[in-house]
Nanobody, 113 residues
Framework: QVRLVESGGGLVQPGSSLTLSCTAS????????MNWYRQAAGKQRELVAA?????RANYNPSVADRFTISRENAAIHLRMDRLKPEDTAVYYC?????????WGQGTRVTVAS
């Protein structure tokens, strides 16, 4: 069992920056993929950013020029710049270890004036 704990969410104004962190109970070196998802009210959960074991990152086109995923030791971060109201959602950390998949409990991000 892998435990994931997200932090860093909150209420921010449009145009602001925020960094989410996901602290894991294992090293990122033991993860096959590291991902951030989000789910807005009334919408399906969507993939925001993904990082492979070798460090290759991919992004949802809606955030590709504004968000940055990174990793260190036992943490995965999501740097979010130029936030928009449409980025409002609960953000979830997700990792794959071998054939198993684990989720965090989510952290809420609200972008509003």
């Amino acid at each position: 069992q892998v435990r994931l704990v997200e932090s860093g969410g909150g209420l921010v104004q449009p145009g602001s920056s925020l960094t989410l962190s996901c602290t894991a109970s294992i090293s990122v070196n033991d993860m096959r993929t590291m991902n951030w998802y989000r789910q807005a009210a009334g919408k399906q959960r969507e993939l925001v950013a993904a990082m492979s074991a070798v460090g290759r990152a991919n992004y949802n086109p809606s955030v590709a020029d504004r968000f940055t995923i990174s990793r260190e030791n036992a943490a995965i971060h999501l740097r979010m710049d130029r936030l928009k109201p449409e980025d409002t959602a609960v953000y979830y950390c997700n990792v794959q270890v071998g054939l198993l998949e684990f989720w965090g409990q989510g952290t809420r991000v609200t972008v509003a004036s």
